[in-house]
């Protein structure tokens, strides 16, 4: 394996632009590790879930909404960079109301992790860039 082989940049086409200056994610020998990742749908400023009043503020959400949205993106970054859900080891959830959307983000976990059990790490947030209530932080194996 040359050393370009053991440290590669991945970038989902169609998984959300980031919105900063950082790759979807990167690969480092047998192990993928992925920036985090929200729950906009890329191409497009509207965010699942989220209602927003003109000053960009959250005027409502729905974090079940997020959460599966969430999810279908880290799993295209996971495909599009030769990895797969199952092979997740490591996920770091942030959450911006615990109180609030825990049991319901639990709920949506249970029916996307039934069969594939990674490490968790839940934390709770005061913010996140953008306005969302839930960011992904992961890693996966990958051959």
């Not at 949205?69 to 970054?77: G, H, L």
Request: glycine share 6%; with cysteine.
């Amino acid at each position: 394996m040359s050393h370009n082989d053991s440290n590669q940049r991945f970038d989902s086409q169609k998984a959300p632009e980031p919105v900063g200056l950082y790759p979807h994610a990167r690969r480092v020998g047998n192990l993928l590790f992925l920036s985090g990742v929200g729950p906009r749908q890329r191409g497009s400023k509207d965010i699942p879930g989220v209602s927003l009043d003109a000053d960009g503020n959250i005027t409502d959400y729905d974090i079940a909404t997020q959460c599966r949205s969430v999810f279908d993106n880290v799993r295209w970054i996971l495909e599009e960079a030769g990895s797969s859900w199952e092979q997740l080891v490591d996920v770091q959830v942030f959450l911006t109301n615990m109180k609030e959307d825990f049991n319901t983000y639990n709920e949506v976990y249970a029916e996307y992790f039934k069969d594939n059990q990674p490490c968790r790490t839940t934390i709770e947030i005061s913010s996140l860039p953008t306005p969302i209530a839930i960011e992904l932080k992961c890693i996966a194996t990958i051959e």
